[in-house]
C-alpha cells in the first residue's frame, strides 16, 4: 500500500464516521421539543427532553473532531494527488 492509499482510507473513515454522527444527531434532534413545562405533571416530558439535549451535546466534540480529521485528510490526499501527478508530467 503507498502513501496516498492510506490516506485516501483514512479520509474515507473519517467521513463514514461523520456521516453516521450526523445521521444519529439528525434522529435525536427530531424528537427535540421546544415545549415549556410549568407544572409537575409533565415533569417526566422534562426529563426526556433533558436527556435528549445532554447527548445532543455530547456528541459536538465527536462531530467536530471527524469534521476536522476528514477536512485534514481531505486536503492532504488532494495534496498529495496534486504532487504525484505534476511529477509525472516532468
Given at each position: 500500500m503507498t502513501l496516498?492509499?492510506?490516506?485516501?482510507?483514512?479520509?474515507?473513515?473519517?467521513?463514514?464516521?461523520?456521516?453516521?454522527?450526523?445521521?444519529y444527531r439528525s434522529t435525536l434532534t427530531m424528537h427535540e421539543d421546544d415545549q415549556l413545562?410549568?407544572?409537575?405533571?409533565?415533569?417526566h416530558m422534562q426529563e426526556e427532553q433533558t436527556q435528549l439535549l445532554s447527548k445532543v451535546n455530547r456528541?459536538?466534540?465527536?462531530?467536530?473532531?471527524?469534521?476536522?480529521?476528514?477536512?485534514?485528510?481531505?486536503?492532504?490526499?488532494?495534496?498529495?494527488?496534486?504532487y504525484q501527478k505534476l511529477n509525472e508530467v516532468q
Open positions: 496516498i492509499e492510506i490516506v485516501g482510507g483514512l479520509f474515507g473513515l473519517f467521513a463514514v464516521c461523520l456521516v453516521v454522527l450526523l445521521i413545562f410549568l407544572d409537575d405533571a409533565n415533569s456528541l459536538t466534540l465527536p462531530v467536530r473532531v471527524f469534521s476536522i480529521g476528514s477536512g485534514v485528510f481531505l486536503l492532504t490526499f488532494l495534496a498529495m494527488l496534486i
